[in-house]
């Protein structure tokens, strides 16, 4: 990645101050003629570089990155970015979750290789810090944590002490999270005794953006359009309020129908029975949505796509019946609402985080949104509830740092803050399900949540 630094010398060396969010965007662009491609094209009497004049270059740049809207851009997600299914990837996929969580660790401290440790006298009894990906997680007889810690070179059993400070985050220890661990090897080496448990983590001074300009969105999902438990009246409530509101952005994380098959019995709870026709209903719905509003639709494991996650944007077939102001990404995707970038997550991880984190419950999900957080990770658990592609590259992994991540999937509505980042699960738009209430979860459905961006203040709206 470019040096922010950098990037602002080339400006300055042509007298040009630069926005810290234009500057934001060419580091992710990764792209050094971008720098000479702005310059060129800015008006000359410019003396700041804004997000404004990026659109003017869009022409000549990668197309997709770029919006006609100057307030709103995809970071990414917006279609083409999920790769393509291969077994032998997974490999590639955990290497680089690896590489890149254990990058955001290792700047903190000098960690060592664990065939290094392990295969040297030396290290016994000598305070060291190591950085792997957890394997199985266990408790022993005694109620001490005991992991498996693997990096590139090894693997080594790490006992977290039920007396020591580091043993109530390791309470919370997962499989597949890549993790710091300070600590000493035993006398005989086989055993590393942790003291302190390291996550990637959120940094302590992370300070959102907020926008320098007015602008409101509103945050909502799971609308389940197809199912016979939709709540159409909180709906048309909800599309009265916005025809009235001063909402710009409207974001759907997820489950946009109800889809078919996707639950034993689902087929006597839809009143839609054609996927075509659930798609082509709620493009006529999004048609009562005023025109300058800006709709992001991202899919969830009820929407048309294949469940493997990074999900697919909703192809073109379904589109037919929206209008222009709405916009399909892949699950999950970063929008830039004026600078304030959100991440949108459908959430299926959320049921795998559940089953394994000791006191974690559907009533609590804003806990969840902080354990991804934490993890830097939207879906760490492999090989349960929620399906991975097996892409070459860790697209789960949360980097940039978000403002807000926005979720959806348990239909229990949520908010939380952590470390200056908002979280926002806004519930659903569908009542209890005859397979929810075998599952006892007691949705609260009809909500939005409204995002002031210049503030980041929020507010949960009810539609019943
Ligand atoms: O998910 C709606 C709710 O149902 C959410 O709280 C998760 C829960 N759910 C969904 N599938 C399962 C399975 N297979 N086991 C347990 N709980 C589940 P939605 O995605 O809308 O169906
Ligand atoms: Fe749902
Ligand atoms: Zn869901």
Redesign the pocket.
């Known amino acids: 990645m470019l040096d922010a630094e950098v990037i602002v010398e080339k400006f300055l060396e042509t007298k040009l101050q630069v926005h810290p969010e234009v500057v934001r965007f060419i580091r992710e662009q990764n792209d050094p003629s971008l720098i000479e491609k702005i310059i060129s094209s800015i008006p000359v009497d410019t003396i700041v570089v804004s997000v404004h004049h990026i659109p003017a270059i869009s022409g000549e740049c990668d197309g997709a990155r770029f919006n006609a809207d100057p307030h709103i851009e995809i970071i990414s997600g917006l279609g083409g970015t999920q790769g393509s299914t291969n077994i032998d990837n997974y490999l590639h996929l955990f290497r680089d979750r690896y590489q890149k969580l254990g990058g955001i660790i290792k700047s903190r401290f000098n960690a060592m290789p664990i065939e290094g440790l392990t295969s040297s006298k030396r290290y016994l009894n000598v305070e060291c810090s190591l950085v792997g990906m957890t394997g199985e997680v266990r408790t022993t007889t005694n109620g001490h944590r005991l992991i498996d810690l693997e990096d590139t070179t090894g693997k080594i059993s790490v006992l977290f002490n039920k007396n020591n400070d580091g043993f109530k985050e390791a309470v919370v220890l997962i499989p597949d999270e890549v993790i710091g661990v300070r600590g000493t090897l035993s006398g005989d080496g086989r055993i590393f005794f942790a003291d302190t448990l390291y996550r990637p983590d959120i940094p302590h001074n992370n300070a959102p953006f907020k926008s320098k300009f007015p602008g409101k969105a509103a945050l909502i999902s799971?609308i389940?359009v197809g199912s016979n438990t939709f709540l159409e009246e909180a709906w048309n409530n909800f599309l009265e309020w916005l025809s009235k509101s001063e909402i710009s952005y409207l974001l759907v994380a997820g489950?946009l129908v109800d889809g078919i098959g996707?639950?034993p019995g689902q087929e006597h709870e839809l009143c839609i029975p054609n996927i075509y026709a659930q798609y082509a209903r709620l493009g006529e719905m999004f048609c009562s949505v005023p025109k300058r509003i800006k709709v992001i639709l991202s899919p969830?494991?009820?929407d048309v796509v294949r469940g493997a996650e990074p999900q697919p944007a909703i192809p073109e077939e379904f589109r037919k019946k929206f209008p222009d102001n709405c916009t399909f990404v892949e699950n999950p995707a970063i929008i830039s609402l004026q600078g304030v970038r959100v991440l949108m997550y459908h959430g299926r991880s959320i049921?795998d985080l559940i089953g394994l984190i000791p006191g974690a419950s559907?009533q609590k999900g804003g806990n969840m949104m902080e354990a991804m957080l934490k993890r830097r990770h939207l879906a760490p658990i492999y090989g349960r509830?929620t399906p991975i592609a097996a892409n070459y590259d860790d697209s789960l992994i949360i980097n940039p740092i978000p403002d807000v991540i926005h979720t959806g999937?348990?239909?229990i509505s949520a908010t939380t803050e952590y470390r200056g980042v908002i979280g926002i699960n806004a519930g659903t738009w569908q009542a209890q399900t005859a397979f929810?209430k075998q599952?006892n979860?007691q949705p609260t459905p009809g909500k939005a949540v409204v995002l002031d961006l210049q503030t980041l203040s929020y507010d949960m709206l009810d539609f019943n």
């Open positions: 799971d389940h489950d996707i639950y969830g494991n009820h049921d559907y509830k999937h348990i239909h929810q599952m979860i």
